[in-house]
C-alpha cells in the first residue's frame, strides 16, 4: 500500500508529531494498522529523530509485501519470532524460522511473504538513511 501511494511505511501510523526521546509502548496500547490479512504495530511512536522505527508484524498464511518488490533507502533489520516466512532480497531468497535473523541494505529490491501453514510474526527495524 506504501508503495502504491508513493509514502513511507510509518506514514500510516503518523499523528500530531510529539517527539520524544523515550518511548515505552505497553504491549496492549500499540498503534496498528492493517492490510488486508496483515497487521502492523508501531513499537517506537513519535520517537525523535526517527533514526530506528521497530514494528512488529503479524502475517496470516500466504500473505505478505505483494508482488512488486521494495526498495527505501538505510537498513532492514528482521528477526522471525514465530512461524516462518520467505525474504527475496535482490535475486537470492531467504527461508526465516523462528529465531532466525536477516540485517540487508534496503536499496536491494525486496519482499517478503509467509509461505507456512501457521500465522507468523516478525521483528521489523528500519534504520532510514534520510527523513523521509
Known amino acids: 500500500m506504501a508503495l502504491a501511494l508513493e509514502v513511507p511505511i510509518t506514514a500510516f501510523f503518523e499523528s500530531e508529531p510529539v517527539e520524544k526521546h523515550v518511548v515505552f509502548t505497553p504491549s496492549d496500547q500499540r498503534p496498528l494498522a492493517v492490510f488486508g490479512s496483515t497487521q502492523m504495530q508501531n513499537l517506537g511512536k513519535n520517537l525523535a529523530g526517527t533514526v530506528v522505527q521497530p514494528f512488529i508484524v503479524t502475517l496470516k498464511p500466504n500473505m505478505g509485501s505483494g508482488d512488486q518488490k521494495i526498495i527505501h533507502t538505510g537498513h532492514e533489520f528482521v528477526y522471525c519470532l514465530t512461524g516462518s516466512l520467505r525474504y527475496q532480497i535482490d535475486q537470492e531468497e531467504y527461508q526465516l524460522n523462528a529465531g532466525d535473523s ?24 528500519f534504520f532510514p538513511s534520510d527523513e523521509s
Open 102 to 125: 536477516l540485517v540487508f541494505e534496503a536499496y536491494l529490491p525486496h519482499c517478503w511473504e509467509n509461505n507456512g501453514s501457521d500465522t507468523a510474526q516478525i521483528l521489523l527495524i
